[in-house]
């Protein structure tokens, strides 16, 4: 079983960009499909970008299309989210993911279907406060 561990969370203004990454410890890394969720208070956690051990295919969420990209190095354990542009609406917590499971191979059903399955490995997450 992988443990997560997140960085790179902090304070931008609108336009600002941010990169997140995620180390994994653990053997397998390169079997999970991994991922970033972000959640704010009152609000159900999101699926914001996830993707598959072959980087094929990775998901985005309609509101970071163009905005954000997800990133896996293998070799190092680690994944990122290079978040662009950002806006007051992308503030939130941010958790990365991972799971290894036949039915999270494709970092869609992890992003958008991962909660009802119920995703293996959180990281504990980190900030991301875009402010006006």
């Known amino acids: 079983q992988l443990q997560l561990v997140e960085s790179g969370g902090g304070s931008v203004p609108p336009g600002g960009s941010l990169r997140l990454s995620c180390t994994a410890s653990?053997?397998?890394?390169?079997?999970?499909?991994i991922g970033w969720f972000r959640q704010t208070p009152g609000k159900r956690r999101e699926g914001v970008s996830c993707?598959?051990?072959?980087?094929?295919?990775?998901y985005y969420v309609d509101s970071v299309k163009g905005r954000f990209t997800i990133s896996r190095d293998n070799a190092k354990n680690t994944f990122y989210l290079q978040m662009d542009d950002l806006k007051p609406e992308d503030t939130a917590v941010y958790y990365c993911?991972?799971?290894?499971?036949?039915?999270?191979?494709?970092?869609?059903?992890?992003?958008?279907?991962?909660?009802?399955?119920?995703?293996?490995?959180w990281g504990k997450g980190t900030p991301v406060t875009v402010f006006s």
């Open positions: 993911a991972a799971d290894n499971a036949a039915v999270m191979t494709q970092g869609y059903n992890l992003c958008v279907m991962g909660d009802a399955y119920g995703i293996a490995v």
């Open positions: 653990g053997v397998g890394f390169g079997t999970y499909t």
């Open positions: 993707v598959s051990p072959d980087e094929l295919s990775p």
